[in-house]
C-alpha cells in the first residue's frame, strides 16, 4: 500500500473517531470562544460608530489602529487570553492524546476505550509531551539562533545577497523536517508506552528506532501530512483574498468554511496518527 | 572638482576650485564651509556624543580605527594669491571643541556686495564603513555623500540678519546648500561602476588601468555619488527625462517595479506640481551588503532599498522610491533649508508619495500592502505614524531640526501630510494643486520658507473658498504649524423623544475633546433619507445640536467628507442607531478561527 492510499484508508478508520473527534473538536472551540468574547467586546468599543458597519465590508487598517490606539489595554486582553487558553489547550491535548492514541492502538473505538486511555496514560504523556517540547525548543533554536545572531553579519560581508534568502528557506525546509521528525517520533514513542503498559526511559530510545528504520514511510506520510495542510492552508487564503469576508452573508459563509476546516484539521490530524500506527504495527509484528 | 579614489585605502584626494558671488548686501570677510565627514571621524564629533553610541542600529563601540572616516583640508588659497587661508573649526551650535564639522576661513580680500570669489582647495576624504549613508562596505562598494569641503549658505534669516547658514552636523540632520554647477571629474579603478548626481558626458580609460568619469550637474545644492564594481546598469526615458538605474544582478526582476515607481513619480509631479527641470535622475538599488547606504535622496540621484526575492504584494520598494523621488522637488528644487525646516521637505515628500501611491498603486485601502486579504494604504500608513505617536505634543512641526524632541518622524514626515492633506481635502483637488504649482513655479531654486509657503495658502484660501472654508485653513495653519494642539471631534451622545405634536426632537451632543479647534462640518441623516447638512463654525469644547423632525434621526457624523486628517480618532466621528451585531460577530469569528488554528499547531507534540 503506497502513501497516499495508506493515508485515505487512515481518514476511513478515522470516521469511527468522530466522537473523539467532536470531543476535540468542542473543546477547542469552547476555549476558543473565550478569546473570541474578548475581541467581539472589543470591536463593540466601536459602539455605534458608522465605522463598525465600514468593518463588516472590508479589512480597514485605521479604524483597527485607531481602536488599538484608544483601548489598548483592551486589545492586550485578547492576546492575554489568547495566550492563556492555548497553553491550558496544551495541558488538554496531553489527555486527548492518550485516550485518542490508545484507542487508536488498540483499534477500539468506542467512547469508554478513549476514557480508559486517558486515565491510564494522562500522567505519563505530560512527561513525554515536555520532553519532546524541550526537543522542538532545542531545535528552534539550533537552526534560527546562528541565522538571526549573523544576519546582519550576512547581509554586510556577503556579496551574494540571495544565498542569505535561500539559506532562510533551505533552514525553514530542514526546521521544518526536523519537527515532523519529532512528531513522527513522539507518536511512535507513545504507542511503544501503550504496547508495554509501563513507563521506561527506553520507550524514546524503541520510538526513535521505530522511526528510523522505516524513515522513509515516515516522511512520506509526513510529507502528504504538510502538503494537504500547506493546500488546505493557501485555498483557505484564497479564498478570504478573492471573496473576502464582506458582508453578512459572507460571515456566516466564512464560519461554516472556517469550522469545516477546524474539523477537518482534527481528522487529518487522526488519520496521521493511524498512518504511523500502521507503520509502527508492521515493524513491530515484522 | 578632480577626484582621485584609491579604493584600497577608500580615500579620495581632491582638488577643488570654488566660484562664488556675493549677492548680499554685506562685504564678506570670511566664508564657513561644511565638513561633515569629520562626524565619523571619531566619538567626540558632536553627531556621534548625540546618538547615544548607536547610529540608525549600528553598534558604535570598539569600531576598529580603520573603520573611521575623516576630511582635511590640506590646502585653501585664493585664486591668484599664493597664501594658505587661515581656517578653523567652528561649534556654534553646542560648543564642543573636539567637533570639526564645519571649518571657518579667514579671507585675505574681503568680497564686496556682487563681488566673487574664487577658492581652490586641496583635500583628503577617507570613508568611514558605511555609518549614516556615507561610506565604504565589503566587495568595494563605495558610497560619497557629505564627502567634500562645502560652501554654507550666505543668507538673511528671518529677522533679515546676513550671515553663513552652516550649522554644525548633528543627528538628523540633512542637507542645506547653495545652488550651483558641479564640474566633476573622478577617476577610480577600471572595474568600478560610477554613477552619481547630474550627468555622466564622458568616460575614459586610462593607460595606467584606471577609468575617469566627468560629470556635470547644473543648479544642484549638492553633489553624491557611488563607485561599485558589480552594478548592472538600466537605462531608460521618460518624456525626455533619461533614468539611469544600478542595480546588483540578482535585483533583476525588481528593475520593472523601481522603473516603473520613477515614472509614474514623474508623471504625478509633472502634472500636479512642476515640470523636472533636469534632463536626468540616477537611481541606486543598492545590495544587501550596501543597504546602510540606501533610503536617501540626493540631487539627481537617489538610493532605494529592497533585497533579492522582495514580496510583490509589499508595494513598500515602491513607496520608497516614489518619496526619494519627491525630494527632487523639495530637498532638490525647491531646496529649503532641512536642518531648520525639516518639515518643509519631509512633510511634503510624505504628503506626495502617499498621493503618487495612491493614483498608481491601488487606492485609499491597499496602495502599500495587499497581502492575504490584508490591505494597508499610504496615506493610512501615515496617518498612523502621526496617531500613534507616544506623544503628539512633544514639539511643533516648525521647529529646528535638533530641537525637535520625541518620535521625529510621527512629527515631520506624518503630521505634515496629515495637514497637507487636510488642506487638499479643504480645498479641493484643483484649487489645492493650483496652489502647488504656484508654490513651487515662485519659489524653485530659491529656498522658500514657511512664510512663503503659508501666505500664499492663506492668498488662495481667502481668494478661492468660502470663508467657512477659510477659517478652517486658518486653523490648520495656525494649530497645525504652530502648536501642539490635537485634534478629536467626537459625536459623544444621540438622545430622541418624541414631542407633544409627534414630532422627533434628536438632541447630539458634539465635542472636541482635545484642543485642536477647527470649523467643522456636520450631516445628520434621517430615516426617510433627507439630510441635514449643517456646520460648527466656532468650535469650543461642547455643543449640542437640537434638531426637530418628523423622521428619525439614523445617523448623525462630524466632518462628513472626511477632510480632517489630523483627527486622532475617526471612529468617535459618527453615530448611528442602526449598529450592525454581524461586525461583532465577524471578528468573533475571526479571533475564534485563529485560536483553534494556533491550539492545533502548539499541541502538535502534546
Given at each position: 500500500m503506497n502513501s497516499v492510499d495508506s493515508l485515505i484508508s487512515s481518514f476511513r478508520e478515522a470516521k469511527k473517531l468522530r466522537k473523539v473527534i467532536?470531543?476535540?473538536?468542542?473543546?477547542?472551540?469552547?476555549?476558543?470562544?473565550?478569546?473570541?468574547?474578548?475581541?467581539?467586546?472589543?470591536?463593540?468599543?466601536l459602539n455605534h460608530s458608522l465605522n463598525q458597519i465600514e468593518l463588516l465590508f472590508r479589512y480597514d487598517y485605521s479604524v483597527l489602529e485607531d481602536l488599538k490606539s484608544i483601548f489598548p489595554s483592551d486589545y492586550g486582553a485578547i492576546t492575554?487570553?489568547?495566550?492563556?487558553?492555548?497553553?491550558?489547550?496544551?495541558?488538554?491535548?496531553?489527555?486527548?492524546?492518550?485516550?485518542?492514541?490508545?484507542?487508536?492502538?488498540?483499534?477500539?473505538?468506542?467512547?469508554?476505550?478513549?476514557?480508559?486511555?486517558?486515565?491510564?496514560?494522562?500522567?505519563?504523556?505530560?512527561?513525554?509531551?515536555?520532553?519532546?517540547?524541550?526537543?522542538?525548543?532545542?531545535?528552534?533554536?539550533?537552526?534560527?539562533?546562528?541565522?538571526?545572531?549573523?544576519?546582519?553579519?550576512?547581509?554586510?560581508?556577503?556579496?551574494?545577497?540571495?544565498?542569505?534568502?535561500?539559506?532562510?528557506?533551505?533552514?525553514?525546509?530542514?526546521?521544518?523536517?526536523?519537527?515532523?521528525?519529532?512528531?513522527?517520533?513522539?507518536?511512535?514513542?507513545?504507542?511503544?508506552?501503550?504496547?508495554?503498559?509501563?513507563w521506561s526511559w527506553s520507550v524514546f530510545k524503541r520510538g526513535y528506532r521505530q522511526v528510523i528504520a522505516r524513515v522513509g514511510d515516515h516522511s512520506k506520510t509526513m510529507l502528504l501530512y504538510l502538503l494537504i495542510l500547506i493546500i488546505g492552508y493557501c485555498i483557505y487564503f484564497l479564498l478570504e483574498r478573492f471573496i473576502g469576508i464582506s458582508g453578512v452573508g459572507l460571515v456566516l459563509m466564512f464560519l461554516i468554511i472556517q469550522q469545516a476546516w477546524v474539523m477537518a484539521k482534527i481528522w487529518h490530524r487522526t488519520a496521521v496518527y493511524i498512518s504511523i500506527r500502521n507503520l509502527q504495527k508492521i515493524i513491530r509484528t515484522g | 572638482m578632480n577626484l582621485s579614489l584609491d579604493h584600497n585605502t577608500k580615500t579620495v584626494t581632491g582638488t577643488q576650485q570654488i566660484e562664488w558671488i556675493n549677492n548680499s548686501p554685506d562685504t564678506v570677510y570670511q566664508v564657513e564651509m561644511y565638513m561633515y565627514l569629520n562626524a565619523f571621524k571619531d566619538e567626540e564629533s558632536s553627531y556621534i556624543r548625540g546618538s547615544i553610541n548607536n547610529v540608525m542600529g549600528q553598534d558604535l563601540s570598539n569600531k576598529p580605527e580603520e573603520d573611521w572616516g575623516y576630511i582635511r583640508l590640506n590646502s585653501i588659497k585664493e585664486e591668484g594669491i599664493d597664501k594658505e587661508l587661515q581656517q578653523r573649526y567652528i561649534q556654534k551650535l553646542d560648543n564642543n571643541p573636539k567637533d570639526q564639522s564645519v571649518v571657518q576661513i579667514d579671507l585675505t580680500n574681503p568680497i564686496a556686495p556682487g563681488g566673487s570669489?574664487?577658492?581652490?582647495?586641496?583635500?583628503?576624504?577617507?570613508?568611514?564603513?558605511?555609518?549614516?549613508?556615507?561610506?565604504?562596505?565589503?566587495?568595494?562598494?563605495?558610497?560619497?555623500?557629505?564627502?567634500?569641503?562645502?560652501?554654507g549658505v550666505y543668507e538673511s534669516d528671518e529677522s533679515g540678519v546676513w550671515g553663513w547658514n552652516c550649522h554644525?552636523?548633528?543627528?538628523?540632520?540633512?542637507?542645506?546648500?547653495?545652488?550651483?554647477?558641479?564640474?566633476?571629474?573622478?577617476?577610480?579603478?577600471?572595474?568600478?561602476?560610477?554613477?552619481?548626481?547630474?550627468?555622466?558626458?564622458?568616460?575614459?580609460?586610462?593607460?595606467?588601468?584606471?577609468?575617469?568619469?566627468?560629470?556635470?550637474?547644473?543648479?544642484?545644492?549638492?553633489?553624491a555619488w557611488v563607485a561599485y564594481p558589480d552594478f548592472e546598469i538600466h537605462t531608460d526615458n521618460w518624456n525626455g527625462v533619461d533614468i539611469e538605474l544600478f542595480y546588483p544582478g540578482h535585483h533583476k526582476s525588481l528593475v520593472p517595479r523601481i522603473i516603473g515607481a520613477v515614472k509614474n513619480s514623474l508623471e504625478f509631479m509633472e502634472v500636479h506640481v512642476g515640470t523636472y527641470p533636469y534632463p536626468k535622475i540616477t537611481v541606486m538599488d543598492p545590495p544587501a551588503l550596501g543597504m546602510r547606504s540606501g533610503f536617501m535622496e540626493y540631487p539627481t540621484f537617489i538610493t532605494g532599498g529592497s533585497f533579492y526575492g522582495f514580496p510583490k504584494g509589499v508595494k513598500s520598494l515602491e513607496s520608497l522610491i516614489v518619496h526619494e523621488f519627491c525630494h527632487q522637488y523639495f530637498m532638490g528644487i525647491l531646496a529649503n533649508n532641512e536642518k531648520e525646516a525639516p518639515w518643509l521637505d519631509e512633510g511634503f515628500v510624505t504628503f506626495f508619495e502617499d498621493n503618487v501611491m495612491e493614483a498608481y498603486y491601488g487606492d485609499e485601502d491597499n496602495s502599500l500592502v495587499d497581502i492575504l486579504g490584508y490591505r494597508i494604504s499610504n496615506s493610512a500608513k501615515s496617518r498612523d505614524e502621526y496617531v500613534g505617536m507616544r506623544n503628539r505634543r512633544a514639539s511643533v512641526i516648525t521647529e529646528k531640526s535638533w530641537k525637535?524632541?520625541?518620535?521625529?518622524?510621527?512629527?515631520?514626515?506624518?503630521?505634515?501630510?496629515?495637514?497637507?492633506?487636510?488642506?487638499?481635502?479643504?480645498?479641493?483637488?484643483?484649487?489645492?494643486?493650483?496652489?502647488m504649482r504656484i508654490y513651487f513655479k515662485n519659489n524653485q531654486f530659491t529656498h522658500p520658507r514657511k512664510a512663503d509657503f503659508a501666505v500664499l495658502v492663506k492668498n488662495i484660501a481667502s481668494l478661492e473658498l468660502s470663508k467657512f472654508e477659510f477659517n478652517q485653513v486658518l486653523s490648520l495653519l495656525n494649530l497645525g504649524l504652530d502648536s501642539t494642539a490635537v485634534c478629536d471631534y467626537a459625536i459623544s451622545t444621540v438622545v430622541s423623544t418624541i414631542a407633544h405634536n409627534g414630532s422627533i426632537i434628536s438632541t447630539i451632543t458634539v465635542e472636541q475633546l482635545e484642543d485642536f479647534y477647527i470649523p467643522v462640518d456636520l450631516r445628520f441623516t434621517f430615516e426617510d433619507g433627507s439630510t441635514i447638512d449643517t456646520t460648527w463654525a466656532q468650535p469650543t469644547d461642547l455643543k449640542q445640536f437640537i434638531i426637530s423632525s418628523e423622521s428619525r434621526l439614523l445617523t448623525a457624523e462630524i466632518d462628513p467628507y472626511h477632510k480632517l486628517w489630523i483627527d486622532v480618532n475617526l471612529n468617535n466621528n459618527s453615530y448611528t442607531i442602526e449598529s450592525s451585531p454581524f461586525t461583532v460577530f465577524k471578528y468573533f469569528n475571526r479571533a475564534v478561527y485563529w485560536t483553534q488554528n494556533l491550539m492545533q499547531i502548539m499541541s502538535f507534540l502534546m
Open positions: 467532536g470531543l476535540i473538536y468542542l473543546i477547542q472551540l469552547g476555549l476558543a470562544m473565550f478569546v473570541g468574547i474578548f475581541a467581539g467586546r472589543y470591536i463593540s468599543k492575554t487570553v489568547a495566550l492563556l487558553m492555548i497553553v491550558a489547550y496544551m495541558l488538554i491535548a496531553t489527555f486527548i492524546q492518550s485516550g485518542l492514541l490508545y484507542s487508536i492502538y488498540h483499534r477500539r473505538y468506542n467512547f469508554n476505550d478513549f476514557k480508559q486511555g486517558v486515565k491510564c496514560y494522562y500522567r505519563r504523556f505530560i512527561g513525554v509531551g515536555i520532553f519532546f517540547w524541550i526537543l522542538a525548543i532545542g531545535w528552534t533554536l539550533v537552526i534560527w539562533i546562528p541565522y538571526m545572531s549573523n544576519l546582519f553579519h550576512m547581509v554586510e560581508y556577503w556579496v551574494a545577497e540571495y544565498m542569505i534568502v535561500w539559506l532562510f528557506a533551505f533552514l525553514g525546509i530542514l526546521y521544518f523536517i526536523g519537527l515532523s521528525f519529532l512528531f513522527a517520533w513522539s507518536t511512535q514513542t507513545r504507542y511503544i508506552m501503550i504496547y508495554q503498559s509501563h | 570669489l574664487v577658492l581652490l582647495t586641496e583635500f583628503i576624504s577617507k570613508l568611514p564603513r558605511t555609518i549614516a549613508r556615507v561610506g565604504f562596505a565589503e566587495n568595494d562598494f563605495h558610497f560619497f555623500v557629505h564627502w567634500y569641503p562645502k560652501l554644525q552636523f548633528l543627528q538628523r540632520m540633512e542637507f542645506y546648500g547653495e545652488f550651483g554647477t558641479y564640474d566633476m571629474t573622478i577617476t577610480t579603478a577600471k572595474h568600478m561602476k560610477v554613477g552619481g548626481s547630474g550627468c555622466r558626458t564622458t568616460q575614459d580609460d586610462n593607460v595606467d588601468g584606471t577609468t575617469t568619469y566627468h560629470f556635470i550637474a547644473n543648479d544642484v545644492i549638492d553633489f525637535i524632541k520625541g518620535d521625529y518622524k510621527g512629527l515631520i514626515y506624518a503630521k505634515t501630510s496629515m495637514i497637507l492633506r487636510s488642506l487638499k481635502h479643504i480645498m479641493g483637488d484643483e484649487v489645492f494643486y493650483r496652489m
